[in-house]
T-cell receptor
Framework: DSGVTQTPKHLITATGQRVTLRCSPRSGDLSVYWYQQSLDQGLQFLIQYYNGEERAKGNILERFSAQQFPDLHSELNLSSLELGDSALYFC????????????FGPGTRLLVL | EDKVVQSPLSLVVHEGDTVTLNCSYEVTNFRSLLWYKQEKKAPTFLFMLTSSGIEKKSGRLSSILDKKELFSILNITATQTGDSAIYLCAVNTGNQFYFGTGTSLTVIP
């Protein structure tokens, strides 16, 4: 158990819908990262937040957005969902913005039908 | 285009064998290279490498980075069935993390 929690574990929804994935970092970690893992594209970095501010941005679609709240938990919002958005979404956390030892949560499995 | 390539894609060995996993990269701004082990759940951190030629070691696992030739290797000696997993390599460029597609290792008793 890494100490990073993600909810929900599984999510099934329809195309065109919007969902919110939630992540709570390890106690004391200020940085949160979001990743998408699909069978055909492997693990893709989406976005990083540090202490409430966006720190780095990867291959995140415009339909996706994220934020980190004052209590340091983070949410990833996925809208206008498409079949291709079906994937495992991981959240990871680290102590600082430059701390590359990231601890991954168990992931949220999203299925878009 | 920044990219990370891992080889082989898949490997099947017998318990006790030694394996070497490869990771090569082409990125515009290298900060560090990381290795992760992924079983059925989330990736777990193994090593972070920033300097060439310095071996990182943890038990039967070791890794080294060559920044001139732009690659890293992960060695596992005396493999055990518990080593069966996907091993991921990632490169941090400071504002992005690029992952390889992973090497799937299966260790047969």
């Amino acid at each position: 158990d890494s100490g990073v929690t993600q909810t929900p574990k599984h999510l099934i929804t329809a195309t065109g819908q919007r969902v919110t994935l939630r992540c709570s970092p390890r106690s004391g970690d200020l940085s949160v990262y979001w990743y998408q893992q699909s069978l055909d594209q492997g693990l893709q970095f989406l976005i990083q937040y540090y202490n409430g501010e966006e720190r780095a941005k990867g291959n995140i679609l415009e339909r996706f957005s994220a934020q980190q709240f004052p209590d340091l938990h983070s949410e990833l919002n996925l809208s206008s969902l498409e079949l291709g958005d079906s994937a495992l979404y991981f959240c990871a956390s680290s102590v600082t913005a430059h701390q590359e030892t990231q601890y991954f949560g168990p992931g949220t499995r999203l299925l878009v039908l | 285009e920044d990219k990370v390539v891992q080889s082989p894609l898949s490997l099947v060995v017998h318990e006790g064998d030694t394996v070497t996993l490869n990771c090569s990269y082409e990125v515009t701004n290298f900060r560090s290279l990381l290795w992760y082990k992924q079983e059925k759940k989330a990736p777990t951190f193994l090593f972070m490498l920033t300097s060439s030629g310095i071996e990182k070691k943890s038990g039967r696992l070791s890794s080294i980075l060559d920044k001139k030739e732009l690659f890293s290797i992960l060695n596992i000696t005396a493999t055990q069935t518990g080593d069966s997993a996907i091993y991921l390599c990632a490169v941090n460029t400071g504002n992005q993390f690029y992952f390889g597609t992973g090497t799937s290792l299966t260790v047969i008793p």
